[in-house]
């Protein structure tokens, strides 16, 4: 009976709790590839949101990603259409959030979509994004999509690719204690 008693115990201390909310930061960069000709489909959906919360001008923060996005930039092969990052919590289940840019014509935005992400020993991303041409009347006359669903490793750059169009993405725990650096030389 002890032992059931300690190994309770420590299996308690020893284990991973389950993925509680924590509070991370996540930045993405959604760019298109100029080499790629363009694939545009449906127009956007009106309800393109589907029912996914907004990101609370409270919870932006400023981009870390800018040489990345500076890089894209300067070469010439690639238009950076939009760079956000944020803070949000993350948990086992999934949060879908909103994300626009541009001027909004009639509920709609040169650049809209949305990202679900689920933490799990990676964290779930299912981004769905839409870059829409408007014509004189403000109607959506043309759109491009990125549809992708990838496993990420937190903490690390990942790189969601879908043709013409793609995402770079980055979720850092904001709670996790840092790793300590490598040393230079590793003792004998």
């Not at 008693?5 to 201390?13: A, F, I, K, P």
């Not at 709790?17 to 760019?31: H, N, R």
């Amino acid at each position: 009976m002890r032992l059931f008693r300690s190994l309770t115990l420590l299996l308690t201390l020893v284990a991973p709790t389950a993925f509680a909310d924590s509070l991370y930061q996540v930045e993405m960069i959604l760019f298109r590839q100029n080499a790629v000709p363009a694939i545009t489909s449906r127009t956007a959906p009106e309800d393109w949101a589907a029912g996914a919360r907004p990101i609370s001008a409270d919870s932006l923060r400023t981009p870390s990603l800018n040489a990345e996005a500076e890089k894209l930039r300067a070469s010439g092969d690639y238009t950076v259409l939009l760079h956000k990052a944020w803070q949000q919590n993350l948990g086992e289940d999934a949060r879908k959030i909103s994300i626009s840019d541009g001027k909004e014509q009639f509920g709609q935005f040169p650049v809209e979509g949305s990202l679900n992400l689920k933490l799990g020993r990676f964290t779930d991303v299912d981004a769905n994004f839409w870059v829409n041409q408007f014509d004189a009347y403000g109607r959506v006359t043309a759109s491009e999509r990125l549809k992708q669903q990838s496993h990420t490793k937190n903490g690390q750059l990942n790189y969601l690719d879908n043709g013409h169009l793609a995402l770079l993405i980055k979720i850092t725990s904001l709670t996790a204690p840092a790793r300590p650096p490598v040393p230079d030389v590793l003792p004998d």
